[in-house]
């Protein structure tokens, strides 16, 4: 039986792996990618409006637009963040990433349903990879031959452990939540055009519980890194809180949400990960979708240029290319998670940094942007010293602003 032959195979068709097809395809290189039937990632379902413009997706696959975001001290204290001319858009996974696939077999990629089992070098280069249809007996694969390899299939990347086993994994938080359908008579505690946040340690010791709209439906979820932590009685609470205890769940879902980029996202040879694979959500936020078409795209460059030349070294610059726009904002964001998110005390204190106007306007910038702001200079100073007065305990949590 003949082997099936293609330039590239694309493991895991979420947002990373989809847009690598797609734009390896549009290319001019012969792709498959490769997907398990039925998976929708666990997701809160935020995009920024750039995402929109840089990847050309349609505002008809919004299913909400929140305008700002309430978020909750330990004592229940609330801020409220609004965003002056802009937006977060909500997505269902299940019909976003579908549309995504779709697009990359329109662009002139192969779509395959099955479950990646493992990988063999072959002495030009290529790789072999074996695959398990739906149904199939455990231990029976089919194979596919590939001049090279996009590994986009998530956190516990099975390319990954196949391809650079000594790579190691990075630190994870488990994210789960529970998708409800909203009643028709919006209860006192959800507002279908918030985003709500939620830091308290009994929703979650280390990361933070989330309500987020989906128009008819709602993400109501949570997550943390502590094992043993209970993230169904926590949801469970985050329902009561916000009136949506006895709304329709229409699915459950849960999965690993790496929180540091992986020190190498190659292996020299054929292989390149995205994605979760690569470690591409941003820490204290969650936020994956994004980053994940970036990384997609990256590696889509890095693997064309690795084919057209042969040059080994070129699947190094999808990393490289990435730290260099984000790598900064990923090292901000993980040293606030690791200091305000470590107690309850340091969490209502950081809550109440954010009534700040300076805190929230350069935060809705750099979120709807993805840029860190550098025009206001002195806006960084005074946020600067009011972090450190919160810090040093010169000033009390929710003491008024002169």
Not at 184 to 213: E, K, M, N, Q
Not at 356 to 370: C, G, S, V
């Amino acid at each position: 039986m003949r082997v099936p032959e293609y330039d590239v195979a694309v493991v895991g068709g979420g947002p990373a792996g989809a847009t690598a097809a797609a734009e390896l395809a549009e290319a001019g290189r012969s792709v498959v990618l490769i997907d398990r039937d039925g998976r929708i990632k666990p997701c809160g379902g935020a995009i920024p409006p750039r995402l929109l413009r840089d990847f050309d997706v349609p505002e008809s696959l919004l299913v909400a637009r929140a305008r700002g975001a309430r978020i909750f001290s330990p004592s229940e204290r609330s801020v409220d963040m609004g965003i002056e001319n802009g937006f977060v858009g909500m997505v269902d996974r299940d019909t976003y990433d579908e549309w995504l696939r779709q697009r990359a077999v329109a662009a002139g990629a192969v779509r395959r349903t099955a479950t990646f089992e493992r990988l063999e070098r072959e002495p030009d280069g290529g790789v072999v990879l074996h695959l398990r249809a739906p149904g199939a007996a455990a231990g029976t694969t089919e194979p596919l031959r590939a001049r090279a390899v996009v590994g986009a299939d998530g956190a516990n990347s099975g390319v990954a452990r196949e391809a650079m086993p000594k790579a190691g994994r990075p630190p994870f938080v488990f994210a789960y939540h529970e998708i409800v359908r909203t009643p028709s008579v919006t209860p006192a505690g959800y507002d279908p055009t918030r985003c709500d946040i939620h830091y308290r340690g009994d929703l979650s010791p280390d990361f933070y519980a989330w309500v987020f709209p989906h128009g008819d439906t709602a993400s109501i979820g949570t997550g943390s890194a502590h094992k043993g932590f209970g993230l169904r009685p926590a949801v469970a609470a985050l329902r009561e809180v916000c009136g949506l205890a006895d709304a329709e769940t229409v699915r459950r879902e849960g999965a690993p949400l790496p929180l540091r980029p992986m020190k190498c996202w190659d292996d020299g040879q054929a292989v390149l990960l995205a994605g979760d694979a690569a470690g591409v959500v941003a820490p204290a936020s969650g936020e994956g979708i994004y980053y994940a078409m970036l990384s997609g795209r990256l590696a889509a460059d890095a693997i064309d240029e690795r084919l057209a030349t042969g040059d080994v070294r070129a699947l190094a610059t999808a990393r490289r290319r990435f730290m260099k726009l984000h790598g900064r904002v990923f090292w901000i964001l993980g040293i606030m998670q690791y200091f305000w998110y470590s107690s309850d005390k340091r969490r209502e204190r950081f809550v109440s940094l954010c009534r700040d106007p300076d805190i929230q306007r350069l935060t809705w910038q750099a979120y709807l942007e993805k840029e860190l702001v550098r025009s206001d200079p002195m806006a960084h100073v005074r946020i600067m010293m009011r972090d450190f007065a919160h810090l040093f305990g010169v000033v009390s949590p929710w003491e008024k602003r002169a």
